[in-house]
């Protein structure tokens, strides 16, 4: 039958033959990852540039010092969330963006966290082994390029290539542009994390021939599944493995953040201690009378607290590998030459034997070589001084 109009005809519905666009829910989780974790580190640091190695270690850097002390597995993958600075969230987080999300839309959400994890935890194994294990890494560079390479494999290999095309476009491609170049002036000045990047290349090149897309996955049905798992399997015990084996540093991060609050604790009980005598100093100068009449209270206060400062701190120890080390001796001698220091003085006060004053004025001299190496000058600076000077000690340093 014919239809005189066209208007009259009966409709046809297209059967909606595309089906609706894929939501990289991956990408998006690991995104919101990264910008977090970088922006909680750059929070506590106080700063939106280059936070500090310490900071950086707080939030899950991937170092020698801290990853391999009772097995900080976390960091492993904790280091390749942390972007480090607001460069690289305005440089990396587009190129991570077109990059997994291609990633995803051909293999899957699932495929691309796991990729991503275990390249993560590979690549960080890596710089265990290959960079300074002082040197802080973090950023995910090398699971990136790692997941950029396993795609041009698989296009090289033209398995899927049709799902390849709403993946290229001259505005993916610019976005990927800032952090290339941002890669390619680290490489050329020798600070990129060569083990990390080369890892991430190399898992990349092997999953770009062992991975299924989402297209052919319902063609390989279970065999899929056991590859898989012991692609996954292979890759965790290498990473265990990996770190078993991996190079022990001299000391460890813990070790340093120790030192640093015992160094609190030594200021904080030495310092008034040093700022009551010399009160008692001004004291005498104020009420016009000779310091020896003061030796009394002065003795009953002071010497049993430094004898208890010197107790506290003579069982002291630093692993001698650390680079403050070297305060160690002087952190003992302190404590130890102020309070033969004081108790000299105090009987040369009472008793006006000169003898005392001399010996006051030795351990005044090892006092200020102590007093020098802690706060990180050279012993050298000291003048000697003459005996004579020892009868003089009402103006301590």
């Excluded at 990852?33 to 899950?60: C, F, H, I, Q, R």
């Excluded at 801290?66 to 990396?92: C, E, H, M, P, Y």
């Excluded at 997994?100 to 690549?123: D, K, Q, V």
Aim: net charge positive; charged share 15%.
């Amino acid at each position: 039958m014919s239809h005189a109009f066209p208007d009259t005809q009966p409709l046809v519905l297209k059967s909606g033959s595309s089906s609706r666009p894929y939501v990289v829910w991956s990408t998006m989780l690991l995104t919101l990852a990264m910008l977090g974790l970088t922006a909680a580190t750059l929070y506590t640091a106080n700063t939106w540039n280059s936070p500090g190695e310490d900071v950086l270690l707080k939030w899950g850097g991937n170092s020698a010092m801290t990853t391999l002390d009772n097995w900080n597995g976390w960091r492993l993958i904790a280091a390749k969330l942390q972007l480090g600075s607001t460069v690289g969230i305005v440089t990396f987080i587009p190129f991570f963006w077109v990059v997994a999300g291609a990633f995803e839309r051909r293999y899957g959400g699932l495929s691309l966290l796991l990729s991503f994890l275990l390249i993560s935890a590979l690549s960080s194994v890596a710089t265990l082994y290959f960079r300074d294990f002082k040197t802080v890494s973090v950023g995910a560079g090398g699971p990136a390029l790692g997941l950029v390479l396993c795609l041009l494999v698989a296009r090289f290999r033209k398995v899927d290539a049709a799902s390849d095309s709403q993946d290229l476009s001259i505005l993916k491609g610019l976005a990927v542009l800032p952090w290339l170049s941002l890669l390619g002036y680290a490489v050329y000045k020798g600070k990129a994390d060569f083990a990390s990047l080369i890892c991430g290349l190399a898992c990349g090149i092997f999953l770009g021939f062992v991975l299924e897309s989402k297209a052919g996955k319902a063609a390989v049905g279970m065999r899929r599944w056991r590859g898989t798992f012991a692609t996954s399997m292979a890759a965790a015990i290498a990473i265990a493995v990996g770190m078993w084996n991996a190079p022990q540093p001299p000391y460890y991060w813990a070790e340093v953040l120790a030192l640093k609050q015992a160094a609190r604790e030594y200021e904080s009980q030495i310092n008034p201690l040093n700022t009551r005598f010399e009160a008692f100093m001004n004291q005498a100068m104020d009420s016009d009378i000779q310091p020896k009449e003061l030796v009394s209270q002065m003795e009953a206060e002071l010497i049993p607290q430094w004898r208890a400062v010197e107790q506290r701190w003579s069982a002291f120890t630093i692993n001698p590998a650390m680079p403050d080390a070297v305060m160690l001796a002087s952190m003992k001698q302190y404590p130890q030459n102020r309070r033969a220091f004081l108790e000299a003085t105090f009987r040369g006060w009472s008793t006006d034997d000169e003898s005392a004053f001399i010996e006051a004025a030795k351990h005044k001299e090892k006092l200020e070589q102590a007093r020098l190496v802690l706060i990180g000058e050279s012993p050298a600076k000291i003048s000697p001084q003459p005996p004579d000077l020892a009868t003089k000690p009402t103006q301590p340093k």
